[in-house]
């Protein structure tokens, strides 16, 4: 700050004393409007941190009253794509309501282990979201060790608050699709993940897809590759060379299935004519690329997520909640009735 | 804490010194290194606050150094993709020299607007990293105010860092590989994005085809759209109802060149054997859509813009660099040469 008051830089609260000809301490308590302060001092005050574009310390105000008005948001185990829709939704809560988002990408196992050993999030945050589908219960110990509220999105947690899906009984959609139009050679794709969240999240879907298909009696395979795009090409790669391929292919995830239609196409084999192919999670190119998929709003995940560390950050705080949010099935252009030829 | 000392909650400064039986200014000045404390006392204070699990608060050590120890990341206007690849590569960088990483999506017209009213990040944030491919004039004078390093990724800006791509002579590279394939007309499919920053990007690759097709005598024209996958799926069924489709069709995103390819597959149109499609991005997905397209690294850029910042942060700042990263054509199979019937 000049000598006429100017501002060049950031002011500080001894800028305003100056200029208000007061104390710092006056100036302290007058714009936190604790009441000890003349009305025409106060006004004083007012007008040079105005005139000085003066804002009070946020760590200053943080020391005062133990809160930072920050959420951490921690991305543990999730698609690049889901976690950025849900932090899409989250942070606009949060910011509507004041709060800062910190964000913490720690997806990779050593980032994550040496997340949780630090935790840099005591006395940083007011409450945590963690996104993944599920937490160790050395992370769980961790986490309570901040005392805060914590939501987990993805999965659920003992003791804490959770918004997620149920990924069995929408795999349990999904096969039941297929097998209403007529498959009764079924393949489940699913990756080999590294992370125990992922593979968790593989097994409720795996248990959905085999429950559908013991209902019915049908014959199904599941066959395991690696994860993304082209861990569904390879899977389908592997099918053809064995001359063994299914009426109909289930992946556990739309990535997985992607890479599936691209080496299908690559084959010159038509979809859903001679294969058909669902996915799971409606990834935002799903409808660029015409699939049957299953349908959840990440969005609406990171959002519930929010009004819950809001709640429980309120005045009248409630038990932690586990919230399943409903999934759909969404028809599109790649399954189909068998071929003929297939016959049952 | 309790009485014996167990912690049950975070510690507080004032628990640390009931427990080594000092004053809370020798715990702070102890555990801050500084040399007026007697290396008996000092070990006490350690091993008080390591058993009760003690961090001292980010916020007083904020207050003593005037730092946060935070960067600010805002939003303003990237594709969910680009920018959760650019917040990735930033924060890894970050994590890895102990900031925290703050995140603020604005990038609808009316957040955007508050965001830059309000600039929550003065006192919050040692350094700020904006995505969008410019800011308004209004909006450096907010950022200004800051008075913290500030760097731009994905365009330039006055008296700023920026990380970005050279858009023009990408867009030349594009069309080139077009017309070396043989085509003679080719339509460049662009969106109308509602925000400034969109629109000069939008600019920029347009300036490159028309420089490209211009050198080689080469007719083009240019179709507006509507942003992503939707707007390119409705360009080519305005061309198809006006039985005016081109040989090629260069988008100047992959969504949108996502959203032609559907409407030519549903058509019955075959890729590439009647239209070459060429997209713009390299989208995660671009791979599974056997899209050839410009490949830049959102994830680089995350990467050196942190770079940039951390080095301005660092004892020896430097001025303001300009970082242009490197595109590249990536040939898949959506471009190939036109059908003879087209004959030139």
């Keep these: 700050v000049t000598q006429n008051g100017e501002a060049i830089g950031p002011a500080h609260i001894e800028d305003v004393a100056r200029r ?83 964000l913490y990408i720690v997806d990779d196992p050593s980032g994550r282990r040496q997340f949780f050993d630090l935790m840099p999030l005591r006395r940083r945050v007011d409450a945590v979201m963690v996104l993944g589908s599920s937490v160790t219960g050395r992370e769980q110990d961790a986490l309570r060790r901040v005392d805060v509220p914590v939501v987990l999105v993805g999965g659920r947690m003992p003791g804490g608050a959770s918004v997620r899906i149920d990924d069995t009984s929408a795999a349990v959609t999904a096969a039941r699709h297929l097998i209403a139009l007529g498959h009764r050679d079924v393949v489940m794709v699913c990756s080999k993940a590294t992370d125990p969240s992922s593979r968790r999240t593989t097994r409720l879907r795996r248990q959905g897809f085999e429950r ?91 959002h519930s997520a929010a009004m819950l560390l809001l709640s429980a950050l309120g005045p009248v705080p409630s038990r932690p909640a586990d919230v399943v949010l409903p999934t759909r099935l969404v028809l599109r252009g790649t399954t189909g009735a068998p071929p003929k030829s297939a016959g049952t």
Tied chains: 1, 2.
Excluded: K
């Design 20 to 102: 208000a000809g007061v104390s710092t301490a006056t100036v302290s308590r007058s714009l936190r409007g604790l009441d000890r302060v003349a009305p025409r001092t106060r006004e004083r005050v007012a007008r040079a941190a105005q005139e000085l574009h003066y804002v009070p310390s946020p760590a200053a105000s943080q020391l005062a009253s133990r809160r930072t008005q920050s959420v951490g948001v921690v991305v543990i185990s999730s698609g690049r794509w889901f976690w950025s829709e849900v932090v899409c939704g989250a942070e606009a809560v949060l910011r509507s309501s004041g709060y800062d988002t910190l």
């Design 212 to 302: 559908a298909l013991h209902e019915h009696g049908v014959h199904g395979r599941v066959l395991v590759t690696h994860p993304g795009v082209d861990g569904g090409a390879a899977a389908v790669e592997a099918m053809l060379s064995s001359g063994d391929l299914p009426t109909a292919v289930f992946a556990e995830g739309d990535e997985l299935a992607l890479g599936a239609l691209r080496t299908l196409r690559r084959a010159g084999i038509s979809v859903p004519e001679e294969v058909s192919v669902l996915g799971f999670d409606d990834h935002e190119l799903a409808d660029a690329a015409d699939l049957t998929t299953i349908s959840r709003s990440p969005n609406a995940h990171g």
